[in-house]
């Protein structure tokens, strides 16, 4: 079977891009499913209605074939759910009757800044229906009496999701967690669990046999990862050293770090790291914070972990409207986005916490890697990120805290520890930080 | 009989506007005397004079019945004691004798950059006499002889000042301190002691049964803080876990911080918070102090202790002369100053190390605390504070850093937190803290 | 016998020009004995070739006596050794040859962009030879064939380095480390040995009986500090609270601190406060380090010390070029470096923790250290200074950090500290801190 790396990144969001998602029901398990093809690894997670998570209750199910209304006088349909199925409230409930324009609209959700474009809307907690129109068709809507149908169901049924673990010779975790429960929209739902599996794909291949493990986590949004949570929270708490929420990882405008309550976390240093010397590189603090990042990082929890985008959600204008369409995303982007996330991933596996070993500066020359001559123009030059590595590598700066100190490239950095390793002059200091409770 | 806040601060301030008072004596004590009148829970404190305090020592006691200078050929009388106490220098001798002007303008202090201005000038710790004038006043002073009349006392006496402590549930103290050492002056003196006894009113009428101790204190400044600390240096350390020192309260130009020596203190925290969001705000390093910060903060002491203003002394240009008269100071400035320490106190009362107890975001909506339709426009602003505050509810950040953290005003913070305590959503968690020896 | 600061430093320059060091050789022996002469406590130490220093290895011992290149057509000389030892890379090996001028222009090293100037090149640790020239007197040269002569030695031998301890009542140590290895420039060589030289001096009288210990190293860089490194690092490591690596100290167009790795050791406080206040004065993170810092503060040593300038080396446009002679440095820029470091000392020698002794501030007044009568023009601003240091005087505060808190020139801090002293109002408190671990 090919694997998910085989195919562009653009093409399985083409494939899976006109699912009805919601944070439960047939659209998220079919997400799920094609997932679940190409990662065999991945497990299926079910929350039945009514469970108690934390704070919450898993929902009732919820699954739609058809909505739209329609103009008695004329005939004519509008808000079709077979033309977008933005077109309907989220968690509408089903409804079948005819009432009159006015009334109607008390139902109709637009965006009057934005005209042309339908707004997303979701209601999980409040029964209601509610339909979502461009502001200028809701203008053109002729008078009169319409019929009103949703054919929509709510029933008991389970949330879900997948899961998996990629053990490494270390129990503790690197954690990746994004979301599946989005309707069709482009950036703001399938470049996170694209991208994401694109780099489960990558640790599976290039690291069969890791020094970390890594967990994967594709779930609905915030009930999601409360739920998520509530099951693994001692585990995670245990494991995990460094998680990134990934969402809004597919347009190439900007990257954004959107950093934990402190912002120091491992997982800050690590993706502040990853984002060196990039252009348009943004950072956020957790005040501006809007995706499961919510639920890791609450006060009860508080996993050291941060939101990673491109262009942040809620800063881009298609932002949760049918504009974040195909058009938003493109392969330079995505692939963008997956590389500094495996750059990530190979600086966890290279060397967490570097050491030099000899005393003094080693002599670079005598291994060829240092330029015997000194003068003027060269003097240091050519080797000067190598001796900057070294000059931090005591043991207990993180590798992404040597790259953010030296203002290298989170992957020159990588380059160069995978010569300075290869020549004996350094080695990790891993075990001796963990029991120095350092993460 | 009428409480303090029967009367407007500025009423108040006129009552006590005309009295001629110094470090020691009759002026000091009739101030003491209308304050106590007010708050029966003031005690007061006497130290005779020849006490060692600290590395000083209580002067002798001065009091004053008149003072001026008198052309001897015209009989014309200048910088007359009774036009105004700011004519004399506080602490001069007895004097009665006759003088050439040469000699006398020795003796006469005048502001060259101010010329309409008398300015205030004291010699507590060295004998000489001295008259203030304008210096417009002392150009048209007629050549001739004078007579040079200061009939003033210094005998065997005793520094007065008043305290009292409204015990709360913990031993744990908030302390407020003010001086009433100057004479005819209205925003660098009289505002501090009337803001702070509104203040004292206010604790007295909202909280009968405070969780904290609070400890207010009125005294002459510098001498009477070190008199005052001298005494009760234990229990000052071991108690108080934030101090404010409360002086130039009255104008409405500016809020004003001075840190103390390292601005990170509970109390440099709180009066930040206290500030957040209003215009105007200033804050001084400790290199800028000059009140009774300077005691309490000093290495030997080095209490948790920062001083509050509007206009810092020293930074207005009526400081320290005439024109800081009744025209400074207004209700409007004074109320100000009364509700930034209000709402500190309010602030501490509520909740000083709030704890959310649901793990993850706790569910708004089922409580009525959250809108449950999430669409583009509304998504998470009506409730942004709400759930910035929560956020930072950790139990280890005190109400004030979290106001700091979610650049909130500190009214706001302390409107949310009552209504998630109200919801069972947050407590208090300050026994776990003072047990971490956090403060 | 007349002492090292009985001529100028100007003139110990010029003594010292002409001789051709290098790394090891009779050169920089010539240059040590001259040291030496002045201050026997200096000890000489020998490293025989092929010692292993930890990556490293002694080389072999380099003397030269003569070197040039002759056109052998008209027998004209160029690059003569003896008109500049620049003109012959250090450490080449001997030859005697013909080859024709294709040919030696392999072997010919010159600055494109400073082509009056002959550049200083060097090739330890692979064996070579090379000439250097002015880039116009490259383009000058004839065609045709050339006799090469390099009349050099590389035998067995030895790296010699002098250093000294001046024993105080305490073992902590104050560390000066110089270098003597470079050929004839004047500010990126000789003026670090004679500054620190003056040091010694200047110590060695005013404090027969210091406080704190002090040592000084003169030697030749890189493999020097190396060697020393190698075989005094228990007692250095023990020792040294405090170290200067002292360079380019001869100018007088700014004054530069390079900052150990994190920039907050007690050395990195000391230098900053040496030069407040100082016009011109730069800081330059470790990222710009290029002189025995790099062994100094190698991870796996990890000394307390920075490195001090004047111009840093590779920031003024002379360095390492035949332009950086006498014309560079001058007897102001010298002792304004010298100045420097001896407030540096006069700092460790007079208080390093200052602790003020009373509690609340002291009365200046009755020691006459305060003006006694209190006016606005004039209130406290005597006196500010010496009010600000008590403030900070709390026995944790270096007096290092103190001038940085206070703002003040480090001169200015220790003549006030001298007179608290004297009044008995303050005390050093540094076996108290050095058991907190502090130092």
Known sequence: MKSFSDFSMVSHIKNLFDICRSITGNGARKTLNYFEKFHPELERIKFASFTKVFDWEIPLEWNIKDSYIEHIETGQQFAKFSDSNLHIVSYSEPINTIMDLEELKKHIHTLEDQPKWIPYVTSYYRKQWGFCLSEEAKQKLPKGNYKVVVDSKLEKGFLDLSHCILEGKLKKEIFFSTYICHPSMANNELSGPVVTSQLLDYIKNKYPNPNFSYRFVFLPETIGSISYLSRYE??????????????????????????????????????????????????????????????????????????????????????????????????????????????????????????????????????????????????????????????????????????????????????????????????????NQSTNGLI
Chains 1, 2, 3 share one sequence.
């Open 234 to 431: 001692d585990e995670l708490l245990s494991n995990v050293i460094s998680g990134f929420n990934v969402t809004c990882v597919g347009d190439d405008r900007s990257y954004s770090h959107v950093k934990s309550p402190y912002g120091n976390t491992l997982a800050d240093k690590a993706l502040e790291a990853g984002l060196s010397g990039l252009k348009n590189r943004k950072s956020y603090s957790f005040l501006e914070r809007g995706s499961d990042e919510r639920q890791y990082c609450s006060p009860g929890i508080n996993l050291p972990l941060c939101t990673f985008c491109r262009s942040k959600f809620g800063e881009y204008p298609e932002y949760h409207t049918s504009a974040d369409n195909l058009d938003v995303v493109n392969e330079k982007g995505l692939l963008g986005s997956f590389q500094v996330l495996k750059n990530i991933v190979d600086a966890f596996e290279i060397c967490l916490f570097p050491k030099v070993l000899v005393k003094g500066e080693p002599q670079l020359g005598k291994r060829n890697l240092y330029p015997n001559l000194s003068k003027k123009q060269n003097s240091r030059r050519d080797s000067q990120s190598r001796m900057d590595i070294i000059a931090f590598c005591n043991g207990k700066n993180s590798i992404f805290e040597i790259c953010n100190l030296t203002k290298l490239p989170l992957s020159a950095v990588i380059d160069e520890l995978e010569i300075l390793i290869k020549a004996g002059l350094v080695v990790e200091n891993f075990n």
